[in-house]
């Protein structure tokens, strides 16, 4: 069980990490987000997202897996750039999908541009991602580099499935959703981009191919999941110049969280009702009054603190899924690193 | 000689309390009122256990599902065996479908009843497989125990409407969509009582065929249908 210090410990050598391959990637980020034409319409705006900042928790994820696998940072670093391009593509066109506001505490690319313009921006970035997959090919050579490709044709794939079904659900006002519903969608939408396929492909490459799969894809859902709810879980209750979005913006969206799926189970039949119908109403029509009831009757059945338990839980799970994958690899700086972020997930703010 | 000894702790028993295992706060309260004690370690336990064995179940689920498409596309894309299986994923799809056109049904029946517009399906309410108990209710602050007695595996839906009342309802016979397989009779669901279960026993006599099963639960008394089931069948 980690006292204070290990997780202070933990904590910045997730940061220290974070910083450097941060860093690295938004290096070699360049090459991919070079001015070019047509720059006012397209490439500026394609690099607006990327150049926001962001933790970069994905691509740091698949260099220190790779490295911790036995690669060099450099044979990793071109998946790490499209994982990066591919993250924004999906931001993007997420937050046209989902009618946001704010991305990384400045207005999204729709709310400045245009939805058209914006869609086309994140298909360019896609597209970028792309070619720095096939660019792959220079340094992992042809078989490795199709076995990346096949990883990211399918984390993209799940990926749409997820967002999907959770559009689906807001469309169709599901209430009746149960938990396994929303990890089910959590895994596909969330778990694949941001956990499972940088660990898949950084353990790929590091083992030039060799490493079994599976055993990463327990660990990165595991980890991910509890990634997913407390991310939000800061919507509700976190730092909005810290969290980057717009602080109840889940509950404004209707966005099927853990905490609402709790809610609606809770509920009273008439708390049901009334529910039901807020999220029938259009977002825009939905009022501060209906998001402050929602998040009310959500602390009157200690629905956060069940979905920080169920995080908990999860990071406990992810912990000893960590042991099965990564045991058998020599210490490093980069395994404690991935070590280190299933506290940090419940730890960030 | 005076030896050194540990201070007394108030404790008398170790203090595990997962909510601040990685040292995470409790959420604040917008009111600003206290939020109710969360550290009954019986309750905080079922919902650590429940949740982990959920996500387990749900990353085995999905495990599988790759596992078969693999072996359809590894070489037995087109033997015997796939066309059987193949047949049989048609064969639940076709009586998901039918599922899904009875919960709009009964969702419009409902919207009739109150008077007003119907409104969207809602998704699968309840699941199991094998009997293995589900993490959610079909209805709202209840909970959900599946009972299976079979000799091959089987997975269980359910589809019930919330505020049945118990004892009240009465399972039509389970049919496949191939009339000549023989019907699941012995299929029993036992709405809520109090804060009790919602109980599912499916008994699969020895020997049944393969095949997804579905069938009507009705009101007892109104004859109007208030949910339904479905029993997925593998061979054995």
Request: hydrophobic residues 45%; negative net charge; contains cysteine.
């Amino acid at each position: 069980m980690p006292d204070a210090a290990t997780v202070a410990e933990a904590g910045d050598l997730v940061t220290e990490v974070l910083d450097e391959y941060g860093a690295m990637t938004r290096v070699a980020l360049t090459e991919y987000l070079a001015p070019r034409e047509p720059q006012r319409h397209l490439y500026a705006i394609v690099a607006d997202y990327p150049r926001r900042g962001g933790r970069m928790l994905r691509p740091s994820l698949c260099l220190a897996a790779a490295r911790a696998f036995g690669a060099s940072a450099a044979d990793a670093v071109r998946s790490a750039v499209a994982l990066e391009l591919l993250h924004n593509a999906f931001l993007v066109h997420d937050d046209v999908e989902d009618e946001s506001d704010v991305r990384r505490g400045r207005p999204t690319l729709h709310a400045l541009h245009g939805v058209d313009v914006a869609v086309n921006a994140g298909d360019a970035l896609l597209l970028l991602g792309l070619r720095a997959l096939l660019d792959n090919g220079r340094t992992l050579g042809p078989v490795l580099s199709m076995q990346v490709l096949e990883e990211a044709e399918r984390m993209a794939r799940e990926s749409v499935e997820g967002q999907a079904m959770e559009l689906g659900w807001r469309r169709d006002n599901a209430v009746h959703l149960a938990e396994a519903d929303y990890l089910q969608m959590i895994l596909k939408k969330t778990c694949w981009y941001t956990t499972i396929f940088p660990l898949r492909v950084g353990a790929l490459i590091g083992s030039r191919g060799r490493a079994p799969l599976e055993p990463l894809l327990r660990f990165g859902f595991l980890l991910g999941a509890a990634f997913q709810i407390t991310d939000d879980l800061l919507n509700l209750w976190g730092d909005e110049v810290r969290y980057g979005k717009e602080l109840q913006g889940d509950l404004l969206e209707g966005k099927r969280t853990l905490m609402l799926i709790r809610l609606c189970e809770q509920a009273t039949a008439a708390e049901r009702a009334r529910l039901r119908a807020v999220l029938a109403t259009p977002r825009p029509a939905r009022t501060a009054d209906d998001v402050r009831w929602m998040r009310e009757r959500m602390d009157a059945y200690d629905c956060l603190t069940h979905a920080n338990t169920v995080a908990h839980a999860l990071a406990g799970a992810a912990r000893h899924e960590f042991a099965a994958v990564f045991g058998s690899l020599p210490d490093s700086r980069d395994k404690r690193f991935i070590a280190a972020l299933v506290t940090w997930v419940l730890e960030r703010r | 000689m005076n030896r050194p000894r540990r201070p007394t702790l108030p404790r008398t028993t170790p203090v595990r309390t997962w909510t601040s295992l990685f040292g995470a706060p409790k959420p604040p309260a917008t009111d600003g009122t206290p939020l109710p004690d969360d550290d009954d370690p019986a309750a905080l336990g079922t919902v650590i256990q429940r949740s982990v064995e959920l996500a387990y179940r749900v990353v085995d689920d999905y495990l599988q599902q790759g596992q078969r498409a693999a072996e359809r596309i590894a070489g037995r894309s087109y033997g015997p065996d796939a066309w059987v299986t193949d047949a049989q994923d048609v064969s639940a799809r076709f009586a998901r479908y039918a599922s899904d056109a009875m919960g709009l049904w009964l969702d419009a029946l409902d919207g009739v009843r109150d008077g007003r517009t119907p409104a969207p399906a809602p998704a699968p309410s309840g699941a199991a497989t094998n009997g293995a108990v589900p993490p959610s209710p079909p209805t709202s602050g209840s909970w959900l125990v599946i009972e299976v007695q079979a000799t091959q595996s089987a997975a269980v839906t359910l589809d019930l409407r919330a505020g049945v009342a118990a004892g009240t309802v009465v399972v039509h016979a389970l049919r496949d969509v191939e009339v000549e397989k023989p019907p699941l009779r012995d299929v029993v669901v036992e709405p809520a009582v109090g804060d009790g279960p919602v109980r599912v026993c499916v008994r699969v006599p020895a020997g049944q065929p393969a095949g997804t099963y579905h069938g009507l639960i009705v009101d007892d008394e109104t004859n109007r249908p208030v949910g339904s089931v479905s029993v997925r069948l593998l061979d054995a």
